[in-house]
């Protein structure tokens, strides 16, 4: 018993001491007590106190070196994902974006290279016969052409394998140049604008049978549409190749219901054959076995029947849902279902045409004519031209006297001045921001401190020969390849699409704030409710 009563009296570890050895000395035959933890002088030793502490670290605590080795060996959409998990890893992972878009001769399957990872990312499959003729926001818009002058457009995003069929283009011409469109699409909430002629846009949207062509836009002699460019709230802004801006007012956005579509409680009616002097469109999809995982596009003439001729557009897609057959009956006098759309001149100027000699300062009025690559662009609000002289060098002499040389792809940026006469006039920077041009919808972003970036430049595609990407110094006034591997990685040969962004891009064209150029959806939605709140 005496020993039991000894033993209970010991304190065990982490106990205080019994109030009998108040000076804190163990017995001989007790082991130690800890020793009391030094006093925490301020909150830094706290924070430090408590890391050690710790069992676990943080996975915001990774080395940064080891998580830039992890995200090496992530595809693009993880690696997205990555970078938002927390301010830790947004900061050690280089952005993704911007990227070319490269697709290989020897398949098609495209790779975004990324200019700050310095690496190219794998993407899906793109439709086969399929002509880019857009992109923005992860998506790409492809072309394909139809029998009869008629084209089926299909936005795809190559990073989530989502399509979306959207309805038939019929007019006379079968080329389109260039098409934009709202970001975040879906299969009930679209909208896009087409440059479709020389003169002409059409636009469809969301529940429509088809594009809608307006009517031709009043041009000088010899002009024609060259850009377009998506803005916020439904805004286009078309641009010729003489430097005259239009500008193409959207309807609103609304998720609607497709008209071919029919309520639950409806039966599916039977879509009537009716003469048409135009061809009807088939749409449906269906898997393969000869060109598993690999997306196609076949085309079947079914033949004349009953004065008409119809098409089948296939899509093959191991991801895409399968839905019914579907025949859209679309007469020349049946409504596309579209809202109505406007388009105005940039410049009232009563009922004048385009004169560039009044609208650019000296001596751009004379530059213009031998400047045809133009495009254009929305950089902090503000509603810039950019010109490319894509022949040869030339020597112009200026009406005034004097003479203006032009060089070989010698980029010149224009800034839109309203409250002036003449109203466009050059610039020298951008204020740290750079502009990306091409066949994407244009985007501007702040790059100075972007890994891969330089500020105050021009990127565009181009060069000779194959196209590629490069980035024109508006400092020096030199282009070179923004990306010497893009063009020079062994293998197959690879031609230059577009430029490639992510979703995540905030100050694109259609943005006009601040300089923090990449955030997440979530984390954009929180500082906008703060916005608003303050």
């Known amino acids: 018993m005496e020993e039991e009563e000894e033993e209970h009296k010991i304190p065990q570890p ?26 925490i002088a301020d909150a830094a030793d706290a924070d430090a106190a408590a890391a050690a502490m710790a069992p676990f670290r943080r996975w915001a605590d990774l080395p940064p070196d080891l998580l830039c080795r992890v995200g090496d060996r992530l595809d693009l959409k993880c690696y997205a994902s990555a970078r938002g998990a927390c301010t830790a890893w947004r900061s050690a992972l280089s952005p993704a974006s911007p990227a070319l878009l490269v697709l290989s001769d020897a398949r098609m399957c495209p790779s975004a290279a990324s200019l700050p990872t310095r690496r190219c990312f794998d993407l899906a499959a793109i439709l086969t016969g399929g002509r880019c003729v857009g992109s923005s926001n992860g998506w790409l818009v492809l072309s394909i052409a139809l029998y009869g002058g008629q084209s089926a457009f299909v936005l795809f995003n190559p990073i989530t394998t989502t399509e979306i069929v959207l309805p038939p283009l019929i007019y006379e011409s079968r080329w389109v140049s260039k098409v934009v469109f ?18 002409r846009i059409a636009y469809v949207t969301a529940g429509a049978r088809r594009w809608a062509v307006l009517d031709p836009v009043r ?25 005259d801006v239009h500008l193409l007012r959207l309807p609103e956005r609304r998720r609607r219901k497709p008209a071919d579509e029919p309520g639950p409680s409806e039966q599916p009616p039977e879509a009537p ?16 076995q000869l060109h598993h995982n690999f997306r196609m596009v076949c085309y079947d003439h079914l033949g004349p029947r009953d004065q008409m001729m119809p098409m089948k557009l296939t899509v093959c897609s191991e991801t895409l849902i399968p839905f019914n057959y579907r025949r859209f009956a679309i007469g020349p006098l049946e409504p596309d279902l579209n809202a109505p759309a406007t388009v105005e001149p940039l410049l009232l100027e009563g009922n004048l045409p385009f004169d560039p000699a009044t609208s650019f300062a000296p001596p751009y009025n004379t530059v213009s ?12 609000g503000n ?18 006297g004097g003479h203006r040389r032009v060089s070989e792809n010698e980029i010149l940026v224009l800034r839109y001045y309203p409250r002036r006469q003449p109203c466009w006039d050059a610039v020298t920077d951008l204020g740290g921001y750079s502009v990306f041009v091409g066949r994407n919808n244009a985007v501007s972003m702040y790059a100075e401190g972007v890994h891969g970036l330089k500020g105050n430049c021009v990127y565009w595609i181009g060069g000779r020969g194959r ?7 508006m400092e020096t006034g030199r282009s070179t390849p923004c990306y010497p591997l893009a063009g020079g990685m062994p293998g197959p040969l690879q031609s230059t699409i577009c430029w490639f962004f992510l979703s995540d891009i905030v100050n694109a064209s ?3 704030g601040g300089r923090r150029v990449y955030q997440t959806r979530s984390r954009s939605r929180a500082e906008r409710a703060q916005d608003m709140e303050e």
């Open 14 to 39: 982490g106990n205080r001491l019994e109030p009998s050895n108040p000076n804190g000395v163990a017995a001989p035959d007790q082991p130690p007590a800890p020793a009391p933890p030094p006093p």
């Open 182 to 199: 709202a970001p975040s699409p879906a299969k009930d909430d679209y909208a896009a604008a087409a440059i479709c002629d020389i003169d």
């Open 219 to 243: 041009l000088v002699t010899g002009d024609q549409l060259t850009d377009v460019v998506y803005h916020d709230k439904g805004k286009v802004y078309c641009l010729t190749r003489c430097g």
């Open 273 to 288: 054959v009716v003469p048409l002097p135009e061809c009807a469109v088939a749409i449906r999809a269906r898997r393969t």
């Open 369 to 380: 004519a031998f400047t045809n690559a133009k495009n254009i662009v929305l950089c902090e």
């Open 383 to 400: 509603l810039y031209q950019i010109w490319r002289n894509a022949s040869c060098t030339v020597t112009l002499q200026l009406p005034g």
């Open 467 to 473: 196209d590629q990407g490069m980035v024109f110094d």
């Open 510 to 512: 259609n943005n006009s």
